[in-house]
């Protein structure tokens, strides 16, 4: 595959009439997948950062066939409901293939009284639409913003960043 770079519109920009993606969209991340380009972004509500909630993420999906078309999906493909996500949400996903599997990291953020706790949480799926979330995986007592894996094993382990 040769990349060239794209001049021309955006790809994809927020969405006044989805909630979730109302605010911003930002940082995608995009896996070519059989023919697929599939790219996973970050979504916001809104831009009040100064309420505990009026600044939530979510990861929106849209697919294409030549890499510049792209057709989002109306409801967010990874969206806050577990208690580490719960007022700030998930952000900043990462997919990478390992033979069957899809292994998405993202940045799970939690916000109480204006406090931030911000970690990296993992998410798998088999089809990319069903994920089965496993909770917190980055290093324990920091904070951890942003993480990804690298497909091949390294000296027989697999490898994951973070920051």
Same mark, same amino acid.
């Given at each position: *595959?040769?990349?060239?770079?794209?001049?021309?519109?955006?790809?994809?920009?927020?969405?006044?009439?989805?909630?979730?993606?109302?605010?911003?969209?930002?940082?995608?991340?995009?896996?070519?997948? /059989?023919?697929?380009?599939? *790219?996973?972004?970050?979504?916001?509500?809104?831009?009040? &950062?100064?309420?505990?909630?009026?600044?939530?993420?979510?990861?929106?999906?849209?697919?294409?066939?030549?890499?510049?078309?792209? &057709?989002?999906?109306?409801?967010?493909?990874?969206?806050?409901? =577990?208690?580490?996500?719960? /007022?700030?949400? $998930?952000?900043?996903?990462?997919?990478?293939?390992?033979?069957?599997?899809?292994?998405?990291?993202?940045?799970? $953020?939690?916000?109480?009284?204006?406090?931030?706790?911000?970690?990296?949480?993992?998410?798998?799926?088999?089809?990319?639409?069903?994920?089965?979330?496993?909770?917190?995986?980055?290093? =324990?007592? &920091?904070?951890?913003?942003?993480? $990804?894996?690298?497909?091949?094993?390294? /000296?027989?382990?697999?490898? *994951?960043?973070?920051?």
């Amino acid at each position: *595959m040769k990349l060239k770079r794209y001049r021309g519109n955006l790809i994809i920009s927020k969405n006044p009439h989805n909630h979730w993606e109302a605010g911003s969209v930002l940082n995608p991340n995009v896996l070519y997948d /059989n023919g697929i380009f599939r *790219m996973i972004y970050r979504a916001t509500n809104d831009i009040d &950062t100064n309420t505990d909630g009026g600044y939530v993420s979510s990861i929106g999906y849209a697919e294409s066939r030549d890499g510049i078309h792209f &057709t989002r999906f109306p409801t967010p493909l990874i969206a806050p409901d =577990q208690p580490y996500e719960l /007022n700030g949400g $998930c952000e900043d996903g990462r997919v990478t293939k390992i033979d069957d599997t899809y292994f998405l990291y993202y940045t799970a $953020c939690r916000v109480i009284n204006g406090n931030w706790s911000v970690r990296i949480a993992l998410a798998t799926s088999k089809d990319f639409k069903k994920w089965k979330k496993h909770g917190i995986v980055g290093p =324990q007592h &920091t904070k951890s913003k942003a993480a $990804c894996l690298f497909p091949e094993k390294i /000296n027989g382990k697999y490898t *994951m960043l973070y920051n």
